[in-house]
């Protein structure tokens, strides 16, 4: 659970009384409402284990406010959530003049860019976004899904071989949102979304080509691909620990990539999560024998 402290670190370090008012609403209905119905929270095997306390914590709560889930992957407890609050308090005003509009949507997408999405780097987690401004599309895209979540959007995050991106249905229409394409990554003409999409569809007869490359930037190649489905928030706080895995899997630090899958596979039971997590497990056999 989280705990007092850290909730009282977390309001100090808020700036203004507008954030406090944004953060205090956020923090009511979505933290301690996930304490209040703890049973339904995510739960842990006895497998999983947790690299620091503040990890455990978010997990603990993530089920029921996914923004925890997604703090939780290389954990800090002293990290602000200034920016994300104040990046709230932004998008709340325009919500609040103008509902649920296009122009809304845009300033989503641009504000998320102007105050989240500083620099594009393959394996950055959502907290590398918080501190650093460092991205990818797991990053961006679950930052974007919250928001839509919070103005009440349709939309759908689509996981792709190699690729995370989201699909908005605004006024019967869909729409692009391209996370590592701070100019033109707002899609709206229909032709180019057909394009887009098109791009990504899956071949059912086609396998995943690698298991231990992260989901990053967007398609570079014409080779046919074999993933093209939704995921929800948690299955994408999965992938965020899935691409965690494999730069440890890649450091050949095996039993630290088992283990971040483990999580991963907790969050979203998927055939590429549970095909590197044998992996790495029998790597990591391989390993302690030849010790």
Not at 146 to 169: A, G, P
Not at 246 to 255: D, L, M, V
Not at 279 to 288: D, F, I, S
């Amino acid at each position: 659970m989280l705990t007092l402290l850290n909730i009282v670190r977390v309001i100090v370090t808020l700036a203004s009384s507008k954030v406090k008012k944004v953060f205090l609403t956020y923090l009511f209905i979505s933290v301690f409402g996930s304490l209040a119905n703890a049973q339904d929270a995510v739960i842990p095997s006895e497998e999983i284990r947790f690299e620091s306390n503040t990890e455990k914590e978010f997990w603990e709560a993530g089920r029921e406010n996914p923004y925890l889930l997604f703090r939780a992957v290389r954990a800090e407890q002293s990290l602000s959530d200034e920016k994300w609050f104040g990046l709230l308090a932004d998008l709340d005003d325009k919500y609040n003049k103008k509902g649920k509009h296009i122009n809304v949507l845009r300033q989503l997408f641009e504000k998320s860019h102007q105050q989240l999405f500083k620099t594009y780097e393959q394996h950055s987690t959502f907290n590398d976004m918080l501190e650093q401004g460092k991205f990818d599309c797991v990053s961006a895209s679950a930052a974007l899904a919250l928001l839509l979540d919070r103005y009440q959007f349709d939309y759908k995050v689509v996981e792709t071989d190699y690729h995370v991106f989201i699909v908005v249905n605004f006024e019967g229409k869909d729409i692009i949102l391209e996370s590592t394409l701070p100019i033109g990554g707002m899609i709206t003409a229909p032709s180019e979304v057909a394009a887009y999409l098109e791009s990504y569809k899956a071949d059912n007869t086609v396998q995943l080509q690698s298991l231990n490359q992260r989901l990053g930037a967007p398609k570079i190649d014409l080779s046919d691909n074999a993933i093209f489905r939704k995921v929800d928030l948690i299955q994408l706080a999965g992938l965020q620990y899935y691409n965690d895995a494999i730069s440890h899997f890649n450091e050949q630090s095996f039993e630290q990539a088992s283990n971040q899958l483990k999580k991963a596979l907790k969050l979203y039971n998927s055939d590429r999560i549970d095909g590197l997590k044998a992996l790495a497990e029998e790597q990591a056999n391989l390993t302690a024998s030849s010790k």
